[in-house]
């Protein structure tokens, strides 16, 4: 083939992967507000991880899973899966807070600030108490 007759499909294959590059869902930690992210946790790290299993994190285990792993039955039919907290994380405090606070565009994952059921909602020190049960399923 002759390099003229290429060109248009080179051009093609191009665009195509241009497209789906740009078009591909931010991950959870590109979504956070630069002055978020370096926001340290205020709530004092001796919680009682009882409580807040009962309390607080009953909201996510469903996703998340019990051991924080994300290996979970709902979580097979996601096309975007919950993080694997068990092996630890990469997100900062204030990025994880942000993130429980706000949700993350266009996946399972959503804000649980004005969470639409009411009783689901969290306040800031509760959200704050679950970034450090987060941290806890890698130790
Ligand atoms: C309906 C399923 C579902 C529920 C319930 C849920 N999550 Fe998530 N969560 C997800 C999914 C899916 C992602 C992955 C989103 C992404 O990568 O963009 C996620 C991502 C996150 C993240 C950011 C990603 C990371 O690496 O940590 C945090 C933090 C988080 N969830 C915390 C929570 C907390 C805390 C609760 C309960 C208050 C909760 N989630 C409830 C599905 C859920």
Redesign the pocket.
């Known amino acids: 083939m002759k390099l003229k007759k290429c060109m248009p499909i080179a051009i093609a294959l191009l665009s195509v992967s241009l497209f789906s590059t740009t078009t591909m ?5 590109d ?1 956070v507000p630069a002055a978020a992210k370096s926001v340290t946790n205020p709530v004092d790290a001796e919680i009682d991880m009882k409580t807040v299993k009962k309390k ?9 899973g019990k051991k924080g792993d ?1 290996k ?1 039955a ?2 097979k039919d ?1 096309d ?4 694997n ?1 068990a092996t630890g ?3 900062t405090d204030g ?6 606070m706000n ?8 804000g ?1 600030e004005n969470h639409k059921k009411k009783k ?1 909602r ?1 306040n800031a020190e ?2 704050w108490t ?2 450090h ?2 941290r806890a399923f890698a130790k």
């Open positions: 869902a931010a991950s959870a930690q979504q607080l994190y009953k909201r996510c285990k469903n996703c998340h994300g979970t709902a979580a996601m975007v899966k919950p993080p907290w994380s990469d997100l990025e994880l807070y942000w993130l429980i949700g993350s565009k266009d996946t399972e994952m959503v649980y689901k969290l509760e959200a679950l970034v049960y987060i």
